[in-house]
């Protein structure tokens, strides 16, 4: 695979493979094209050569399939800031109306955040926007975690909490695919280095 962002050759001749259980962390300095693989892969920006493959089929010629597959956290945290953080979740959770519910309360007792599930996300801190973030991965019922510095303004035990859940993600057949520049507690992770 090979990506440009304007003129600049970002990276070429990248391949990987992540099956079932797997994880990849993504390394390099800043600007490096960890961002813009992870993009690539969600089909959020066209590939320059390569294919993004899932079971052996062109991922991104059905998007909207592809997009049932995936859970991406970007840098921002993508919420509602007027509405509830169960509100909030409730938007992503997939499923009849009585287990949306009981996944978006499971989700917040997840990342330990069910005492504040009826806060508007103004009010809470960014630390707690980026847990109910996280929390969007587990509602989504997505089978690939693209997440891109899914660390950023966590705390020691959030980061260690957003560890046992890609592990449990993972111990279930999901898969995980980060970029950080922090350690992100994803044993047995193979590493992609971009330079």
């Given at each position: 695979?090979?990506a440009?962002?304007?003129?600049?050759?970002?990276f070429?001749?990248i391949?990987?493979?992540l099956?079932?259980?797997?994880?990849?962390v993504l390394v390099?300095r800043?600007?490096?094209?960890k961002?813009t693989?992870?993009?690539?892969?969600?089909g959020?920006m066209?590939?320059?050569?390569?294919?993004v493959?899932?079971?052996g089929?062109?991922?991104?010629a059905?998007l909207?399939?592809?997009?049932l597959r995936?859970a991406y956290?970007?840098?921002?945290?993508?919420l509602?800031l007027?509405?509830?953080?169960?509100e909030?979740l409730?938007?992503?959770?997939?499923?009849p109306?009585?287990?949306r519910?009981?996944a978006?309360?499971?989700?917040l007792?997840a990342?330990?955040?069910?005492d504040?599930?009826?806060?508007?996300?103004?009010m809470?801190s960014?630390?707690?926007?980026?847990?109910?973030s996280?929390?969007?991965?587990l509602?989504s019922g997505?089978?690939?975690?693209?997440?891109?510095?899914p660390?950023?303004a966590?705390?020691?035990?959030?980061i260690?909490?957003?560890?046992r859940?890609?592990?449990?993600?993972?111990?279930?057949?999901?898969?995980?695919m980060?970029?950080?520049?922090?350690?992100?507690?994803?044993?047995d992770?193979?590493e992609?280095?971009?330079?």
């Amino acid at each position: 695979m090979a990506a440009f962002r304007g003129d600049h050759l970002v990276f070429e001749d990248i391949s990987f493979r992540l099956q079932p259980g797997d994880a990849l962390v993504l390394v390099g300095r800043n600007g490096s094209g960890k961002t813009t693989l992870l993009r690539l892969v969600a089909g959020l920006m066209p590939r320059t050569a390569g294919d993004v493959l899932w079971e052996g089929q062109d991922a991104l010629a059905d998007l909207p399939a592809h997009g049932l597959r995936l859970a991406y956290l970007g840098h921002q945290d993508a919420l509602k800031l007027g509405l509830t953080a169960a509100e909030n979740l409730g938007l992503w959770a997939r499923g009849p109306q009585p287990g949306r519910i009981a996944a978006v309360e499971a989700a917040l007792e997840a990342v330990g955040l069910a005492d504040l599930a009826h806060l508007p996300a103004r009010m809470l801190s960014a630390g707690q926007r980026r847990r109910v973030s996280i929390a969007r991965l587990l509602v989504s019922g997505a089978v690939l975690w693209l997440l891109d510095e899914p660390t950023t303004a966590l705390d020691i035990a959030s980061i260690e909490r957003l560890g046992r859940l890609a592990a449990a993600h993972r111990a279930g057949g999901g898969m995980v695919m980060a970029a950080t520049h922090l350690d992100l507690p994803l044993p047995d992770a193979a590493e992609l280095s971009l330079s």
